[in-house]
């Protein structure tokens, strides 16, 4: 196999393409993820009046997640080298599904805090492993699209679980939609345990196809020594920063406008419980089409000549700045189904881009230095997802209400657009 050239290997039709059932049980990963980590945003209505939680309180069990996700991450990385994605994943969908189902024995706020502390560790494995397969299983030339595609799924998650958890609710209880929902979760536990091998010990890959997901390992030259850098130096440079930046300034919308539109819907705009289950859904149909779409729109332009600055500055710019202009009309609108029309569109729009996101620390970091960049981009990231459903709660309780909590959503994605525009995608950083 090592003597196959990268243009042979690249007219090499494989045999098996079971790659895409790999990507699909990704997918199925993500999509219940999701739907465990936001079934309290869609709930949160019944239970700030059922025990009685002033929306600053809310926000801190909606961010209380995100403080043992954040914490977790490094130390799941070093356990995903040494056990492999297989029982990782394994692990940690049987954790967060029993996690989620122990919520229905939550008596009040501490419980609550420490169920969702507990799913935050539980979950932490889960994007780190999704990354690892995706990059075992697919060559170079279908990342951002098998990327795209399972992190659109996140999207699938969130458009699912307002319909599933309100039905659930109204028919069984507050306690049986998350005993449902974190079902789910140990299910798909023993589905992956059963269907997931990596790809050289999988009986149903072909050697072709082995070859096809090779290619870029088989070309790799290693005459380059790499240097591995400190985060905090890595920090120092200017493309590396403004790609934290961003992306702390996205993922403060993006986890904000999970947690909080379905309350945003019930107690601002009137919805019913009903009725808000399924408007709050069609935003994310919307993120489901535009990531896996944009996705394979940039990858072909990209593939077709345009510069890497030019598509990733497009797609990041578009992304954001459509996607405040959208929030913006949605909270000005007249009438609630103008507001759910332009909450549709707003993250429509800024999902286009989304499947970029984690292409980026693959385009500027420094030789050697492409796992830690993408984990610190994650790591800074996700502290948007502690700040954000706590400010808003704040916020919510002010006489600014959901409006002036919804506006530093829009200002924040304004500056993200600015902020991608800066970066020179062309080169990996050069260590000084």
């Known amino acids: 196999m090592s003597n196959l050239s990268q243009t042979q290997i690249n007219v090499i039709k494989p045999q098996t393409n079971y790659r895409y059932v790999v990507m699909l049980l990704l997918a199925g990963v993500i999509t219940i993820n999701y739907v465990d980590r936001v079934n309290i945003g869609v709930a949160a209505p019944t239970l700030m009046k059922l025990f009685e939680l002033s929306p600053a309180q809310m926000g801190i069990l909606m961010s209380a997640f995100f403080w043992s996700y954040v914490g977790c991450m490094l130390p799941i990385g070093w356990l995903l080298n040494r056990m492999g994605p297989k029982m990782i994943m394994f692990w940690s969908c049987l954790g967060w599904g029993l996690s989620t189902a122990l919520t229905a024995a939550v008596s009040g706020f501490n419980s609550f805090f420490a169920v969702r502390v507990l799913l935050g560790v539980t979950e932490s494995g889960v994007y780190p ?5 995706a990059s075992a299983w697919t060559p170079l030339r279908e990342r951002t699209t098998a990327t795209g595609i ?36 140990v299910v798909y536990a023993f589905i992956w345990l059963y269907f997931y091998h990596e790809p050289e010990n999988h009986p149903k890959v072909s050697q072709s196809e082995l070859d096809y997901i090779r290619q870029d390992q088989i070309t790799e030259t290693n005459d380059e020594n790499t240097k591995h850098i400190p985060i905090l130096q890595l920090l120092t440079y200017k493309p590396i920063f403004l790609m934290s930046l961003g992306f702390f300034l996205y993922m403060y919308f993006w986890t904000t406008f999970n947690m909080w539109i379905p309350a945003y819907l019930v107690q601002a705009k009137g919805f019913s419980l009903k009725t808000m289950g399924f408007a709050a859904m069609y935003p994310y149909i919307a993120g489901v089409i535009s990531e896996a779409v944009g996705g394979y729109i940039l990858d072909k332009w990209y593939q077709g000549g345009a510069s890497l600055n030019l598509v990733r500055r497009t797609g990041q710019v578009f992304g954001m700045l459509g996607g405040a202009i959208a929030l913006y009309l949605a909270v000005v609108a007249a009438t609630p189904d103008m507001t759910v029309l332009w909450l549709t569109v707003s993250m429509g729009v800024i999902s286009f881009s989304a499947a970029q996101g984690w292409a980026i620390p693959t385009n500027i970091a420094p030789k050697g230095n492409v796992g830690t960049v993408a984990a610190m981009q994650g790591t ?14 704040y916020v919510i309780g002010t006489s600014y209400g959901y409006d002036g909590a919804l506006m530093l959503l829009v200002a924040g994605a304004a500056g993200a657009a600015l902020v991608y525009s800066l970066i020179d995608y062309s080169k990996p950083v050069v260590p000084r």
């Open 380 to 393: 800074i990231g996700n502290l948007a997802s502690i700040a954000g459903p706590m400010v808003t709660g």
């Open 129 to 133: 492993t999704c990354t690892r397969v």
């Open 150 to 185: 399972f992190d659109a799924c996140s999207r699938l998650g969130n458009a699912v679980a307002p319909p599933l958890v309100v039905w659930a609710l109204l028919k069984w209880g507050w306690q049986m939609s998350f005993v449902i929902t974190g079902g789910l979760a």
